[in-house]
């Protein structure tokens, strides 16, 4: 297990070397994209003016407050409070992401599916675990909102924010087509008998 | 004792905020009791990461987590309690949108077609409110549960037949625990609803899903299957944050209630491991803040 620091943008070789557990620690850009940001994007046709080739993405919707534009705040909103949402929803996403912007890594919760993983392993990108509602503790690891884009979506806009010391994540799912959330889930259900069983039901 | 209105307004702001930021004490005596527990490493970990997280979100006065939730209120009238019905549920609204806006935080709440969202957390129907009737002479009391969708999104009816007996029941809990894997943040508490009517029986799987740990159905059926599946949940592996570990779910809770001759349901509600709810109890002597 290898610990690795990225300042993204990253290539498709670096999003190659991760293997499942290894973790991750991101620095600099972060983009924050979640349900009615990829609706609009893929299903709505519209367009953003951000560059996500090789960059990182997180499945969330902040908590903000505006303020007055300044260098500490340039897109005219502070954090609150920054956490991670669940990724499951975002699953037809992943592909045009990384096809249509480039995208090589997707931070989230809970996982992504089989589509994701063709993705991951054809395109040469991961996903990254991090602990659903351990927010409080993110947003310390985000230092601006720098740029935000498709804000008539807010609080689900585009965010580009700028991160310092994010992580340790988990990979866990690799480009390898791994998946750490299909090995639990397999094994859980080979143990599905033995829970019925503890309950006195036959299982069939 | 006569209820002043504006005094709700005031603590339907303030609940909501509290809810946000401070966990109740048997949720994280129960995060310490699986900590203690966990054999998985990387399960450990995680928990950790969680109990590090709640003691953050107080020494910097901030939210538990980002999902502001549904906000949903449960208010308790007792005896001798003179109150003005639909003002109190009006100033409750208005204490809810002012929260959202006055902390601010994010209003998580949109029309259900147009996803238009009107940045205070409010909106048709939205708040979510109860208003029900206890014997407790001269106390009024509400309690404030932001419910976050992770695990609101996986909610599960089953109107199950009388031949199939109790093992639908524990069958269908089973599979719902592995339908939703890591989808609900777990460590969850799972919600069980065990009879009634369809709608009847997905507001007792919410009850029992926000209910304190370490409380149990009065209904003693209703703790039996607790007890069992609590257990036999905890045997699936999912771990926290569906990942792999012991720490499946902090308990299942089950609520009970009569139902009809032809029918079994079942519904399931879970709750996330950030088991946010805060309590105000209006009295003779003014207003006192628990969970």
């Given amino acids: 297990m290898a610990h690795h620091q990225f300042s993204c943008p990253i290539t498709e070789a670096q999003a190659r070397a991760l293997r499942l557990e290894d973790t991750v620690t991101l620095n600099g850009a972060l983009y924050g994209i979640r349900d009615a940001t990829l609706i609009h994007l893929f299903d709505r046709g519209r367009k953003t003016r951000f560059e996500l080739r090789g960059h990182a993405v997180i499945h969330t919707a902040p908590n903000v407050r505006r303020v007055a534009a300044s260098p500490a705040s340039p897109a005219g909103y502070e954090p609150v409070c920054i956490g991670t949402t669940t990724s499951d929803r975002m699953e037809r996403f992943t592909r045009p992401l990384m096809e249509q912007n480039g995208v090589r890594l997707v931070i989230g919760k809970g996982g992504l599916r089989e589509s994701s993983a063709a993705a991951f392993r054809e395109l040469g990108g991961a996903y990254l675990a991090i602990t659903g509602g351990a927010a409080a503790l993110q947003t310390t690891w985000v230092e601006a909102i720098e740029e935000v884009d498709l804000d008539d979506l807010n609080p689900e806009s585009l965010w580009k924010f700028r991160v310092r010391g994010f992580g340790p994540l988990v990979v866990a799912m690799d480009s390898r087509g791994g998946s750490l959330y299909a090995q639990v889930q397999q094994d859980s259900r080979g143990r599905r008998a033995a829970a019925l069983a503890s309950l006195g039901v036959k299982s069939h | ?291």
Avoid at chain 2, 19 to 32: C, E, N
Avoid at chain 2, 43 to 53: K, P, Q
Avoid at chain 2, 133 to 155: C, H, Q, T, Y
């Fill in chain 2, 1 to 291: 004792m006569k209820v002043d209105l504006q005094q709700v307004e005031e603590v339907a702001r303030e609940l909501y905020i509290r809810a946000l930021k401070l966990l109740p004490p048997d949720v994280k005596q129960g995060l310490d009791r699986l900590a203690a527990g966990e054999t998985d490493p990387g399960a450990r970990r995680t928990l950790g990461t969680m109990v590090r997280n709640i003691q953050l979100a107080e020494d910097t006065a901030n939210l538990l987590c980002q999902d502001t939730g549904i906000p949903i209120y449960n208010v308790r009238i007792g005896r001798g309690v003179e109150v003005d019905g639909w003002g109190l549920k009006e100033a409750i609204r208005r204490g809810c949108a002012r929260s959202t806006r006055e902390h601010p935080f994010r209003s998580s709440v949109v029309h259900p077609t147009t996803r238009a969202n009107g940045q205070d957390s409010t909106g048709r129907g939205v708040p979510v409110i109860h208003i029900d009737f206890s014997d407790r002479p001269e106390a009024l009391e509400i309690e404030m549960v932001p419910k976050g969708s992770g695990s609101e999104n996986n909610s599960w009816l089953k109107m199950a037949i009388p031949a199939e007996g109790v093992d639908a029941i524990k069958t269908f809990v089973v599979d719902c625990v592995l339908e939703a894997g890591g989808k609900t943040c777990p460590p969850t508490i799972v919600g069980v609803g065990v009879g009634g009517t369809s709608d009847l029986c997905l507001h007792l799987a919410k009850s029992a899903a926000t209910r304190a740990l370490g409380t149990r159905c009065e209904d003693p059926e209703g703790a039996k299957l607790e007890a069992a599946l609590t257990r036999a949940v905890n045997l699936l592996g999912v771990g926290p944050q569906g990942l792999g570990g012991d720490s499946t779910a902090f308990a299942v809770h089950v609520e009970t209630a009569a139902t009809h001759i032809t029918m079994n349901p079942v519904a399931v509600n879970m709750q996330c491991h950030s088991a946010r709810r805060a309590r105000a109890t209006f009295g003779s002597t003014g207003v006192e803040y628990g969970y």
